[in-house]
């Protein structure tokens, strides 16, 4: 059954489609930027990222995704030497700042990127942020990373990278001094731009927040005036025990990494936390990365598969991969039980891989093959439908696709698999009015149930 906009497939649902990417050489499939048929390696001039934009509204996505990380990859082999060879996450230029160039050629497409707690002072973070929300109409979104790498604490003037559940506490920290500035420094009504009285703000409508917390201290207020959304859209990429609470009370997507099989309990558990604290489940969205092989037939998505396996680099991946856990992956015998692990880096796709297999059975080497090339989905374009339909069923709201190739892959998912999609009524046809949330949520503002409500101003 074909969907108009807005009319959905079975049980109204609709794929959130996201382009992820990272304003760098080399992102997530290492390796592959040595190819003729990617434009990665041009990363940093405007036109590459203005015609990924283009494509991206052209195909409805719902935002670009841009992921960010501040630090060398230096745990493989006690160096950075792999890193800096395979332009693996470094050099790497600021996420932000791509924003506005990119809204000035798209009117719809949402922009959400990565910032991590220990990188930037909330008071000038949440200005910069308002700031994105004001210039591209409220189509931003930002996605909370709490960090992993020792190297950025320690240039941050960290003496070493705060524990995983410290950095936790931290970001709630940093969380309500934001909220504090967004949603309850300025009232609905303190701007008023009277040109007959020449007023522009009310004073009575603009309150400092007095924040003080175990990290931050904050007076305020706010010195941008409110912006569409407020408080942008509220991503959240960690999935340990810690991370899904964390989740539960301040994300409005999540973005996980999972073996297939794990998909269905981390939807599961996400959603059951949602309601312990008294949100509703569809508040919030799971997003799943995913990395899509698209062929014409499946012989020839097969076959594309082999050529970017055959230059995938596993020394990269296995850099890559080292930093996330902060362990060295050089010695590790891939047939290690994962249960040996401890990590104070990313737990959380640890604990799905885990979560989703018996007790002894996941090796580290499960987890390096899902950290690359185990989020391939490989085939036609109706074999590609298929295997997000069946995530769907998982209880998964999105995806965020990992190119191989840039543009290359989001134009093949494009014009192969989103007719497809359309044709099933799981994607849109045309955008909706208004800001990011309200093309997915259907609200301008955080909701009620909302954590951060509760910074609002009351009228009086
Ligand atoms: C799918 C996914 C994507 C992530 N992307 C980033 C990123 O771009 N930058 C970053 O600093 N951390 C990133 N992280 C790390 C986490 O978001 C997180 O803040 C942290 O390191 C702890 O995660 P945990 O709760 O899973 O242990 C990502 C994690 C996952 C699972």
Redesign the pocket.
Known sequence: MAADAGTFGAGGRRIILNAFTMNCVSHIQQGLWVRDDTRQREYTSLEPWLELARICEAGCFDAVFL???IGLYDTYRGNADTSLREGMQVPVNDPMLLIPAMATVTEHLGFAF?S?VLQAHPFTFSRQITTLDHLTGGRVAW?V????LQNGAQSLGYEALPK?DTRYERAEDYLDVCYKLWEGSWSDHAVLADTERGVYADPAGVRPIDHEGPYYSVAGPHLAEPSPQRTPVIY?????D??RDFAAKHAECV???AASRGLTRIAEDIRRRVRAVGRHPDDVKIIA?LSPIVGGTEAEAKAKHADYLETLSLEAGLAHLSGNLNVDLSHIDPDQPLETLRTE?????VKSLLDSARPGSRTFGDLIKLNMAGQFLVGSPEQIADGMERRLDQGVDGFNLVYATTPGTFVDFIDGVVPVLRERGLVQREYQPGTLREKLFGRRRLGETHYASGFRQQRV
């Open positions: 992921a960010d990380v990565t991590n996605n990373v709490t960090s992993y995983h959240q990429a960690g999935s340990s810690r991370g973005f996980v990494v990365g880096g990313v737990r959380g796709p």
